[in-house]
């Protein structure tokens, strides 16, 4: 049944303590299983508490969820967990209200209408996994296992790696996950050779340099840097650390720094180059690691005896501070002042995100980036940077193939077979372009989970298009959302209060750790956990597809995974807060803060407490980072080098490289292009009426759309803004003059591909010339919350892309504004 959110927890007692909120206006609707209402009617109003985990975003938070009677009412902080410390962002405070979302897919869905239309008829759970099944099946025995692709979302969980040994044992090389292979994981490859997560050791650090990266309000840990940044400002006289933000807006990161530099958007590898100009013509950067752990560093010769440029020649010679000023808008003086802060300053670390990577010249962006950390020697033992570390999981045997599966694999995953760029895994968003392609074979079956690109990708309508294109596809999702209504079965999932999961080696954190996620009730619908529901289906398949999968349940797959970290002893579960001396002496004698004879033992005090994690892991030579062809850091990347050669038969001439790069659109010729540095940003430059930078910004109250579902983030979408179930576009006050538009105008912004209506909203923090709007609003589906509310800006993006790694590019897109109507007709 329906009922007011208010009128639910006043039965159950609880608009008493602090979970009402229809004070704020928003007394939402639910969904309640009529025998739970009946049970909620004269109960005794019994309080208890469970452990579990956030996963509304990779993020993965400690939560501890507030029951009465045994139903949830309430989500707070666990304070136990090392990487949130008992904070949560406001979707997770809501979270509840996913729950009881009256718009939840309840049962498995068969499609009876055109694609697209939303109409669908209820089957039973036995049924569409025969049906999944047996379409499986058809692609086993005619040897087409790479026909099936898997669309996905990188999450941080295990389900994600129960997914990949999925497609591996199938037999298919299309798995494409949304996110993974970001710019930033690239730059590391080419700096380091690994495409593994960092992890970044902020203790001791004095000075912050960030290069665009909201980490207060979207990133790897939301509330994990909420946390930080107060700490970084409150550590005492002669402790705190310096922050000093870099980006064309004044994010809510850029607003408790010291200092906010407006670049010019797309030329942030200029003015980091530029940094490294003043600190190598001052002499003052690391010179024992740059000269023992570095190649390319310096001009060098290969083997048949060519001299390379290196990177400090190119630095001196073309990143002079004045030059790099004209480019970014950075005044020279305040380039210099940075620079030898940065290199004066004992501990300083260099961070990016955002616009850094997410342009056409993102790869360089991040590389040039990079080097500044590479200069300042933040590798070193006792530095800043490392790889994050994964939990001591039990060791999985190998997926066991058969020769159908080996077959599959063998063929060209569908991204390489279209993309023109350098790392086709990354380039997901011109999957739609190989399916329509057919080329170089069909997708026949398509699988959904986590991803929904027909309202994140800057081409919806090629996604839209390639979702009608394939004959049978299967949404793992707990909502109808824009993807979804394209599927021909929903086969939905639990959500994250009803079901087990396992969130482990979050981004940049620098310990190892894993968060344990758990029902903190019993499902109330007839949805299943994605996890079963794939382990049934490799069992139906059979063969060896089965036996790569011995588990009865996911829970069980989540034990197994965690019988390694019992047997070794490493690390320890979370626990109250303790100094950090007595961990070291406890583990020192291989001692540990809770005792269990067993593994069952284990599980319990793991479920209560919520995680483990090992503080102090393991020490490593700093070297191992460093899996280049060098084994060193490398400023010229030999490892871009062999890839680029890799695409092209035979032996490489340099007339076929440089027709190469110029089909790839970039500039650099020779050496150039194989060392970090400023590529000109490709724009849209197709109309001169064209005339403002258009950019994106996520908020941490509906990250990545996510949030839509939450009524309460409807709610607050705007509140910073202070506009409420609506969007907005942000101009500064003298752009905004220049076009004739005041604060509240209704405004039209028209790109190439389209136009929208929305509020202007006049702030200084924003750097003139450019404009931003909110993403995660403009739903076509998804639920009444959802659905209709606001505007989609990626819907008018430009289409471009990252000229390496094919990461879509979101500055690239220029609009014009027009006002429509005044503030009172608005």
């Known amino acids: 049944m329906e009922i007011s959110r208010r009128e639910f927890l006043r039965l159950l007692g609880a608009t008493g303590a602090g979970v009402s909120l229809a004070g704020l206006g928003c007394d939402s609707t639910w969904s309640v299983p009529d025998e739970m209402y009946e049970r909620v009617v004269g109960a005794p109003g019994i309080e208890t508490w469970k452990t579990s985990l956030c996963t509304l975003c990779p993020a993965g938070c400690g939560i501890k969820v507030r029951l009465i009677d045994g139903i949830p009412v309430a989500i707070g902080g666990n304070p136990l967990h090392p990487v949130n410390r008992g904070g949560v962002c406001p979707m997770a405070n809501v979270g509840v209200e996913a729950l009881f979302n009256p718009d939840r897919v309840t049962e498995p869905l068969r499609r009876v209408g055109a694609r697209g239309e939303g109409k669908w008829e209820p089957v039973s759970w036995d049924e569409a996994i025969e049906t999944v099944g047996s379409r499986l099946q058809g692609l086993r025995e005619r040897n087409e296992t790479n026909r099936l692709a898997f669309f996905t979302n990188h999450d941080n969980t295990l ?125 003052q950067y690391d010179r024992g690691f740059v000269a023992a752990n570095s190649f390319g560093f310096t001009d060098w010769k290969d083997r048949a005896g060519k001299v390379h440029r290196g990177f400090k020649a190119l630095v001196e010679e073309d990143y002079y501070p004045e030059k790099v000023a004209r480019i970014t808008e950075i005044p020279a003086r305040r380039i210099v002042e940075l620079a030898r802060t940065f290199a004066t300053v004992e501990s300083a670390l260099v961070l990016a995100g955002g616009q850094a990577g997410n342009s056409s010249n993102g790869l360089y962006t991040l590389w040039a980036i990079e080097c500044l950390n590479g200069l300042k020697g933040n590798y070193k033992d006792n530095g800043n940077i490392s790889i994050c570390q994964e939990p001591p999981f039990t060791e999985l045997p190998e997926a066991t193939m058969d020769e159908v599966s080996s077959k599959g694999l063998s063929r060209p995953g569908m991204t390489r077979s279209v ?153 320890t579960i979370f626990s109250e807060r303790m100094d950090d001396a007595w961990l070291k002496f406890l583990k020192r004698r291989g001692w540990q803060v809770f005792e269990y004879s067993t593994f069952e033992e284990f599980w319990q005090v793991l479920l209560d407490n919520g995680g483990w994690w090992d503080p102090f892991p393991a020490e490593t030579d700093f070297r191992t980072i460093f899996q280049t062809p060098s084994k060193r850091f490398e400023f010229f990347s030999q490892g871009l080098q062999r890839e680029i050669r890799s695409q092209i038969p035979g032996t490489a001439t340099g007339e076929e490289i440089r027709s190469l790069l110029q089909k790839w659109k970039i500039e650099a ?133 990252d000229s390496i790694g094919g990461v879509s590019s979101l500055t690239s897109t220029k609009v014009a504004v027009e006002r429509i109507r005044g503030k009172e007709q608005a």
């Not at 109330?524 to 069992?539: F, H, K, P, S, W």
């Not at 019992?566 to 690390?571: F, H, L, V």
């Not at 009426?689 to 258009?694: G, K």
């Open 669 to 801: 010729r020779g050496d150039l292009a194989f060392l970090p540095h400023y590529e000109s940003t490709r724009f849209d430059d197709s109309n001169p009426e064209f005339d403002l930078h258009l950019l994106p910004y996520n908020l941490i109250t509906n990250i990545a759309g996510g949030g839509c579902v939450l009524p309460m983030m409807q709610e607050l979408f705007g509140m910073l803004a202070r506009e409420y179930w609506g969007s907005w576009i942000e101009f500064n006050p003298d752009t905004a003059r220049k076009h004739g538009i005041s604060e509240g105008d209704m405004v039209k912004v028209t790109s190439s591909k389209g136009s929208l209506e929305v509020k202007a909203k006049l702030l200084p923090t924003i750097k003139p010339g450019v404009v931003y709007m909110p993403v995660g609003l403009g739903h076509k589906a998804y639920g009444r919350f959802a659905k209709g509310i606001g505007v989609n800006p990626y819907e008018i993006f430009f289409e471009d892309y």
């Open 159 to 283: 389900r994600s790696d129960l997914v990949a040994r999925f497609m591996t044992a199938f037999g298919s090389p299309n798995l494409c996950v949304f996110g993974k292979n970001n710019a930033s994981t690239l730059a590391t490859y080419l700096t380091q050779g690994h495409k593994k997560p960092l992890s970044y050791d902020f203790k001791n650090i004095k000075l912050l340099i960030n290069f665009g990266a909201d980490f207060l309000d979207e990133g790897p840990s939301p509330v994990r840097f909420n946390q930080l940044y107060s700490e970084f400002r409150n550590r005492g006289e002669g402790r705190n650390v310096k922050i000093v933000h870099i980006d064309s807006r004044c994010s809510r990161t850029a607003s408790i720094s010291h200092e906010w530099l407006p670049v010019k958007p797309g030329t942030m590898a200029a003015l980091a180059l530029g940094i490294a100009n003043v600190l190598i013509k001052d002499g």
């Open 419 to 571: 993309t023109p760029f350098c790392f086709p895994e990354n380039a997901v968003s011109l999957l739609p372009q190989a399916i329509l392609q057919q080329h170089p074979y069909p997708i026949e079956v398509l699988f959904l989970a986590n991803a929904n690109p027909v309202f994140s990708a800057t081409n919806q309508s090629d996604f839209v298009a390639a979702l009608e294109k394939i004959p049978f596809t299967v949404s793992f999702n707990s909502f109808v959302d824009e993807t979804s209504l394209y599927a021909d079965f929903i086969l939905p999932d639990h959500v994250f209060l009803e079901k087990y999961e396992v969130v482990h080696t979050v981004p940049t954190v620098p310990f190892s750790h894993l968060g344990m996620q758990q029902p903190v009730l019993e499902p109330l619908y007839n949805t299943r956990n994605t996890g079963d529901v794939l382990l049934q289906i490799a069992r139906n398949i059979g063969g060896t597809v089965a036996s790569s999968f011995p588990w009865p349940d996911y829970k069980e797959c989540i034990q197994f995974h965690l019988q390694g970290i019992y047997e070794r002893g490493a690390g």
